[in-house]
Structures are given as C-alpha cells and as structure tokens.
C-alpha cells in the first residue's frame, strides 16, 4: 500500500550545496516508490558526478564516498543517506 503527502519544499541539499526551490513547489513523499523526481536542471546539477546519461551508474562500493541528500518541507527535515538514494543492483 502506497501512503503519499502533498507537501510545501522549502529546499534541497546534496553535497552541502542549497538547490533553494521556488515558493509554490510541493513536493510528494510516498511511501512506494523507488525514484526521486525532479526539475531537470536541479537533478543534472546534483548527479553531475554520477556520470553521464539519464540513469546514473555508481559503483555501489563507493557508496560510503557519497553526500547526505537532504528534503526540508517548512521547518521539517528527511536526510537521506547514500544507502537510501542509490537503488543498488547486481
């Protein structure tokens, strides 16, 4: 079962770098899903050093190198670690 919120985003931080977001901007947590979605231009930025392409590739053993990707709605944070972001496949 999916559980989702319609939320206000006050900002995104990857790598200690703000990616400060309009006003009006409502982000949407949900509880089923595997992917994070956002404008093109913020998420090119952000994954520039993943590699080139639409679908990034990390090496997964390289995932304790990786930033803190953090998502503030209003006054509320959700950090996630690198564990969290990168769906890891054989």
Known sequence: ???YWLLDMTDVIFNGTSYKVSPDLVG???????VIVGPTDVVDRMT???GPGKQKQVD????SKLPL???K???DSYVLRP???ILQVQ
């Open 28 to 34: 949407i947590i949900d509880t089923g899903t595997s």
């Open 48 to 50: 520039a050093g993943f």
């Open 83 to 85: 564990e969290d972001y």
């Open 60 to 63: 997964c053993s390289q995932l």
């Open 69 to 71: 990707l953090e998502f």
């Open 1 to 3: 079962m999916h559980n």
């Open 73 to 75: 709605f209003g006054s």
